[in-house]
Nanobody
Framework: QVQLVESGGGLVQTGGSLRLSCAAS????????MGWFRQAPGKEREFVAA????????YYADFVKGRFTISRDNAKNSVYLQINSLKPEDTAVYHC??????????????????????WGQGTQVTVSS
């Protein structure tokens, strides 16, 4: 079992920045590739960003357009999502997720929520216009 706890969300104005954190406990963190997803009210959960077990490979949704940066610190059992130039449409609950997968499989499937084994409860990000 892996427990994931997100933090760092809040209410910010358009153009602001946030750094979301996801702390993991339970199993060896470095064994898991990680992803960030978000879900806005009335919408389906969507992929935001993902990172390989070592942190060497990162992947982003097209809408990120350079505004988001995913990173991890395996020594601290944590993954982060830096969000800059926030827009009202970024308002959502942001979830981190963990998956134990081979690098090849993860490269093919990182954007699918179905492959992830563990999920956090999420942190709310609200962007005011």
């Amino acid at each position: 079992q892996v427990q994931l706890v997100e933090s760092g969300g809040g209410l910010v104005q358009t153009g602001g920045s946030l750094r979301l954190s996801c702390a993991a406990s339970g199993h060896t963190f470095s064994r898991y590739a990680m992803g960030w997803f978000r879900q806005a009210p009335g919408k389906e959960r969507e992929f935001v960003a993902a990172i390989s077990r070592s942190g060497d490979n990162t992947y982003y949704a097209d809408f990120v357009k350079g505004r988001f940066t995913i990173s991890r610190d395996n020594a601290k059992n944590s993954v982060y999502l830096q969000i800059n130039s926030l827009k009202p449409e970024d308002t959502a609950v942001y979830h981190c997720a963990a998956v134990s997968a081979t690098p090849t499989y993860f490269r093919r499937s990182y954007s699918s929520s179905k492959i992830y084994d563990y999920w956090g409860q999420g942190t709310q990000v609200t962007v005011s216009s």
